[in-house]
């Protein structure tokens, strides 16, 4: 419990640790005591962190039936399924309401998440609705860090986000058959 409780404090997560703690969890009941939900729970929003990757995925999976329906627990699948989902609006409006969400480095992780699947999603948004999905912002300072982090281009109302023709990659694919193999596919009787 207190190596766990120690490190909470870094923000970035050790997926194999939080696997082989549920883990213990899943296969030892007797070592749940009233504090297992909490570590639980930091585990999981700790998995949320490192969105695009599976580990709230796996991490969910080690939960035993008793754990999922701690209603904590609940709340962090709720947010897991709107951050899933791409619903940033109802996202933030959640997360800024609960405290559990105030884990240190909580909402820069998910902003970035925000952030990756807006590259991947948009080639120009509307102002309005990138600040939206952005979440809480400390100020335009903020905003305008932000768009310069990653090379988007305010034009008045729009924000330009990029060609989506540089995000593809080429490949060229070469199959070497000898015509031995392709003649009997080929005959024609």
Same mark, same amino acid.
Request: aromatic share 8%; glycine share 4%.
């Given at each position: 419990?207190?190596?766990?409780?120690?490190?909470?404090?870094?923000?970035?997560?050790?997926?194999?640790?939080?696997?082989?703690?549920?883990?213990?969890?899943?296969?030892?009941?007797?070592?749940?005591?009233?504090?297992? *939900?909490?570590?639980?729970?930091?585990?999981?929003?700790?998995?949320? &962190?490192?969105? *695009?990757? *599976?580990?709230?995925?796996?991490?969910?999976?080690?939960?035993?039936?008793?754990?999922?329906?701690? *209603?904590?627990?609940?709340?962090?699948?709720?947010?897991?399924?709107?951050?899933?989902?791409?619903?940033?609006?109802?996202?933030?409006?959640? +997360?800024?309401?609960?405290?559990?969400?105030? &884990?240190?480095?909580?909402?820069?992780?998910?902003?970035?998440?925000?952030?990756?699947?807006?590259? /991947?999603?948009?080639?120009?948004?509307?102002?309005?609705?990138?600040?939206? &999905? /952005?979440?809480?912002?400390? @100020?335009?300072?903020?905003?305008? +860090?932000? /768009?310069?982090?990653?090379?988007?281009? /305010?034009? @008045?109302?729009?924000?330009?986000? @990029?060609?989506?023709?540089? &995000?593809?990659?080429?490949?060229?694919?070469?199959?070497?058959?000898?015509?031995?193999?392709?003649?009997?596919?080929?005959?024609?009787?």
């Amino acid at each position: 419990k207190q190596w766990y409780q120690r490190r909470v404090a870094i923000t970035a997560g050790d997926v194999d640790a939080n696997l082989n703690i549920l883990k213990l969890y899943q296969f030892s009941p007797g070592l749940i005591t009233r504090d297992s *939900p909490d570590i639980v729970q930091k585990i999981l929003i700790k998995a949320l &962190m490192q969105l *695009p990757k *599976p580990d709230y995925v796996l991490c969910r999976a080690q939960l035993s039936q008793d754990l999922i329906d701690d *209603p904590v627990i609940k709340k962090i699948d709720a947010v897991a399924t709107l951050l899933e989902t791409c619903q940033f609006a109802e996202l933030w409006t959640s +997360v800024t309401q609960d405290e559990i969400f105030a &884990m240190k480095g909580f909402k820069e992780s998910v902003r970035e998440f925000v952030i990756h699947v807006i590259k /991947l999603s948009y080639k120009n948004i509307e102002r309005d609705f990138l600040v939206q &999905m /952005l979440g809480p912002l400390s @100020g335009e300072e903020e905003f305008e +860090v932000i /768009l310069r982090v990653n090379s988007w281009v /305010l034009e @008045g109302d729009s924000v330009f986000i @990029g060609h989506k023709e540089e &995000m593809v990659e080429s490949k060229e694919i070469v199959e070497k058959m000898s015509i031995d193999v392709v003649q009997p596919l080929l005959a024609i009787r």
